[in-house]
């Protein structure tokens, strides 16, 4: 029933459990992006917060709160990064089960872990993007009288999140590799699946080969996607001159039109 | 002619970082139309004075009155103030992430909370003004460094300002595209636009100005219409200034 030889076997078992690892492999791309996106809100959350400045005129009451909601947060970063991903998984999984009642479905335990564990990453590397912007960005946009939330919205944020595109596809990278670990708490992705037709026939190098080549192919597209996006948002390389003829008509800013030109 | 108004008057402004006092008891006031030149020696606190006047520094002593109000006062509302006391700096600070046409519209739409068309509609008046139009769909990393200076020139006046500072704004520009800074400039103060200008372009300071500030160690040192500093000049450190500085 079963071929003898190598390539033989990858067929048979394409055959055979090539939906299922599809399926797997499915559910392992969802909860790593739907993870990273909101990790990523998680951490543009944690990191915007760690940067609002504190003037020594601002009252009290806001100085207080602030000061206990960065601590709460620099705990949550400490803990998430401090701990490997598996044992939060056991532990939110099962701790939530036994003391508060809840049986959280595979769906929302795996997107839960890989969310609050990629936002407490993101967290320092949103502070540091926000940071890592020229103090002249934020004086030339106090200069015409933009106040801290403007600013950040509309000059501070969209830079920073180009400057950190790199680390966020890291992110995504690494989360498809590391939602096998969720494995532990019973989460069918790609890696359980594969465990599972390997041991079925006793074929662990034959499946898990299949097992690299999906992964690979995984992340290797979405590297390339990640990369295309930046490009996008560096926006045309070129721009066009506009010339005096389309100037003129100023009310028409809709139906602008640039004619070809410039460089 | 005793009537007018000033719209700003700094009284005995100072401040220090931390133990160094970088600027003592300054006192002088901008009347509408005025075009004031701040001169002096390096490090001598021009540039400090025109952050402060901004707050973009806080002052650690004196007042600065606009409208009767002294802006440095805790309900102040600093935004609101910083709308109507515009600000170019020597290194533009061109928003990065937006186009010409970008950064002359934002201040108009989400500051003065005009319309798109209406903040369109000045962006390209004021571009036109710098000679900057046909360039709105550039992005600031695409232009030089003069091309630069006359759009952050008119994202300031898109907002229409009551006064304009401005620190330097040639110094970090090749020769060549001075020129075409400084004539923005003139056409500016010819159209009765209230300037403060920080500039090392004594040419300029002494044609076009109508009230020059000498500033040496914090302080102001000498102050007057051109003529009185730049043609007789009363205290031997402005001459020294002067004379070190035409020589070049
Ligand atoms: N943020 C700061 N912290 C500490 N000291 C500062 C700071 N900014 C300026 N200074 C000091 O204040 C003094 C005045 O600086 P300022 O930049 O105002 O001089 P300037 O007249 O504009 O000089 P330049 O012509 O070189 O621009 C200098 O001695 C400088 O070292
Ligand atoms: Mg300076």
């Not at chain 1, 990273?36 to 504190?54: A, D, E, K, R, S």
């Not at chain 2, 600093?78 to 934002?106: D, E, H, I, W």
């Not at chain 2, 304009?164 to 704004?169: A, C, G, I, K, Q």
Request: hydrophobic share 45%.
């Amino acid at each position: 029933m079963l071929p003898p030889d190598f390539l033989g076997r990858l067929l048979f078992l394409l055959d055979r459990y090539g939906v299922s690892l599809l399926q797997g492999a499915g559910r392992t791309l969802i909860i790593a992006i739907i993870g990273t996106v909101i990790g990523c809100l998680i951490g543009f959350v944690v990191g915007i917060i760690q940067t609002i400045p504190v003037s020594k005129n601002d009252n009290m009451f806001k100085k207080i709160i602030l000061k206990i909601v960065r601590i709460i947060l620099a705990i949550y970063v400490e803990v998430f990064r401090g701990t490997p991903m598996m044992v939060q998984a056991m532990f939110i999984y099962y701790g939530s089960l036994q003391y508060l009642g809840v049986d959280m479905t595979m769906w929302a335990a795996a997107i839960f872990i890989v969310s609050i564990n990629t936002g407490a990453y993101m967290a320092e590397t949103v502070r540091g993007g926000i940071l890592s912007i020229d103090r002249g960005q934020t004086e030339g946009a106090a200069a015409i009288g933009m106040n801290h939330f403007t600013t950040m919205v509309y000059v501070v944020l969209p830079q920073a999140l180009r400057n950190i595109m790199p680390q966020i596809g890291n992110n995504l990278i690494i989360n498809i590799k590391d939602t096998c670990v969720l494995s532990v708490i019973s989460v069918v992705e790609l890696f359980f699946v594969s465990k599972g037709i390997a041991g079925a026939y006793y074929t662990y190098f034959e499946t898990f080969t299949l097992t690299m080549v999906i992964y690979l192919i995984m992340t290797v597209v979405c590297s390339r996607l990640l990369m295309l996006l930046e490009r996008k948002m560096d926006g045309p390389d070129t721009y066009d001159l506009a010339t005096t003829d389309t100037l003129a008509h100023t009310s028409g800013m809709m139906s602008y039109s640039a004619k070809k030109g410039g460089r | 002619m005793e009537e007018r108004k000033p719209i700003l008057e700094i009284k005995h402004l100072s401040k220090s970082f931390g133990k160094n006092l970088v600027l003592k008891d300054i006192d002088f006031e901008v009347y509408p139309g005025d075009i004031t030149c701040i001169i002096g020696a390096s490090g001598s606190g021009k540039s400090t004075l025109l952050r402060c006047i901004n707050l973009l520094e806080t002052p650690t002593g004196g007042e600065i009155i606009h409208d009767g109000q002294n802006v440095l006062e805790r309900h102040v509302n600093v935004p609101a103030y910083r709308a109507k006391v515009g600000m170019v700096f020597q290194s533009f600070n061109l928003f990065n992430n937006m186009t010409v046409l970008k950064n002359c519209m934002v201040g108009c739409e989400k500051v003065l909370k005009e319309s798109r068309e209406k903040a369109y509609e000045k962006a390209i008046f004021y571009l036109e003004k710098v000679g900057m139009a046909p360039y709105i769909n550039a992005k600031p990393k695409q232009l030089s460094g003069g091309q630069k200076q006359r759009v952050a020139i008119a994202r300031a006046l898109a907002m229409e300002p009551e006064v304009l500072l401005f620190d330097e704004p040639t110094s970090a520009l090749d020769p060549q595209m001075v020129g075409e800074v400084l004539e923005v400039m003139r056409s500016l103060a010819k159209e009765g636009l209230t300037m403060l200008i920080v500039t090392h372009e004594m040419a300029f300071a002494r044609d076009v100005t109508n009230q020059v500030v000498f500033m040496a160690d914090g302080v102001i040192c000498e102050q007057g219409t051109p003529e009185e500093i730049f043609v007789n000049p009363k205290k031997e450190q402005t001459r020294e200034f002067l004379s070190r500085f035409m020589n070049k």
